[in-house]
């Protein structure tokens, strides 16, 4: 079945004349992480080998077209394990499920493929480490958010969700010496950097996680739009509402310069008003969009004069995830080149 069709716009963008040359800076990275590109993947090879229906807890990323996209495909998103007739294969998605999810899709006798990105699970091996040494955690995080759900079902005792600088005069925390702080993966790096001042400051003896739990490709997407918004008098994010690392990104470029920024899922939501005076437009999109939507939204801003596209590149990336083990059981003897190991480069000017 072929892929849904990215909407097209009824009246095509104006070619206003605006003061100065019209361009575009086009962010790199940008786009699909190694996560999700995993997640997508593995929906797809467990629908080819397994055929459909194939079952997926929750968006497997928080994208529409993906979703819409996996659906013509025969993928069957749901919210809850109960929902899944007994004996169907069902896929947790890129953020990840807490233990208590697992046991339920092993008592409905599910066969589970956890497509759980590895930096998320890295983050649940942490809280499980810290609260077995009795430690309590400080999550920062938002609130309802699956991948912050998950995190939290691993210590769910021993946890204390920190929403935004703003709650940190109100936390209420066990007496103890022993806290420390972890967070989601795909935060403003910025904002968790003063949530966790504050913490420090309210309680000194607060500890650090071993290593960044805010992913690599969170902090690059948002070194590469600070560097475009720079320049920019407008950026334009491609990436679903739901997205935390995409709706980070319309936030970064207003703090960093950008005069206005706005999230779009398709190119076609991007309004004629927004180009008025603007010379130079940003573009990116956050860590769960594919290329083409941002493709078609630069076939968009051609036609309102915006031709010359200059990219900016602040790392490289060639971090790859191999699929989850049930598929590479499962699926052995098919070719798949995925491995572990890969890194990301920084370039020399990029902030630490
Ligand atoms: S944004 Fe980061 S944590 Fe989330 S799927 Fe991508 S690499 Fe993994």
Request: proline share 5%.
């Amino acid at each position: 079945m072929a892929d849904p069709v990215v909407p097209v716009r009824r009246e095509q963008l104006r070619d206003e004349p605006v003061t100065g040359a019209k361009r575009v800076i086009l962010a790199a990275p940008r786009g699909y992480c190694a996560g999700v590109d995993r997640a997508v993947v593995a929906v797809e090879k467990a629908l080819e080998h397994y055929g459909a229906p194939v079952y997926v807890r929750k968006q497997i990323v928080h994208n529409v077209h993906v979703v819409s996209t996996l659906e013509q495909k025969g993928a069957i998103f749901v919210d809850e394990v109960d929902e899944v007739p007994r004996g169907s294969h069902l896929v947790f998605s890129a953020h990840g499920v807490s233990p208590a999810v697992v046991q339920g899709a092993k008592d409905r006798e599910l066969e589970a493929i956890d497509a759980t990105c590895p930096l998320v699970t890295k983050v649940h091996r942490e809280a499980t480490r810290f609260s077995r040494d009795d430690f309590h955690i400080l999550l920062i995080g938002h609130a309802g958010h699956e991948e912050v759900e998950g995190t939290m079902g691993h210590a769910p005792e021993r946890t204390t969700l920190v929403n935004s600088p703003d709650d940190v005069a109100t936390l209420i925390v066990p007496e103890t010496d022993k806290l420390v702080w972890l967070s989601q993966t795909t935060l403003s790096v910025d904002e968790t950097m003063e949530t966790v001042r504050l913490l420090r400051a309210r309680f000194p003896h607060l500890q650090d996680p071993p290593s960044d739990d805010i992913c690599y490709a969170t902090q690059n997407r948002q070194v590469a739009v600070r560097k475009v918004a720079e320049d920019a008098d407008l950026v334009i994010v491609v990436g679903s509402s739901n997205s935390s690392n995409s709706v980070r990104l319309v936030e970064v470029a207003l703090e960093y310069g950008a005069k206005a920024a706005y999230r779009v899922d398709y190119a076609s939501e991007i309004r004629q008003e927004w180009l008025d005076g603007v010379a130079t437009v940003g573009v990116t999109s956050g860590a769960s969009v594919p290329e083409v939507l941002v493709q078609q939204v630069l076939a968009d801003l051609a036609f309102a004069g915006y031709r010359d596209v200059d990219q900016v590149v602040t790392a490289e990336e060639d971090l790859m995830f191999s699929l989850p083990k049930e598929l590479r059981r499962d699926v052995s003897g098919q070719p798949d080149a995925r491995g572990l190991g890969g890194r990301t480069r920084k370039l020399d000017w990029q902030t630490p």
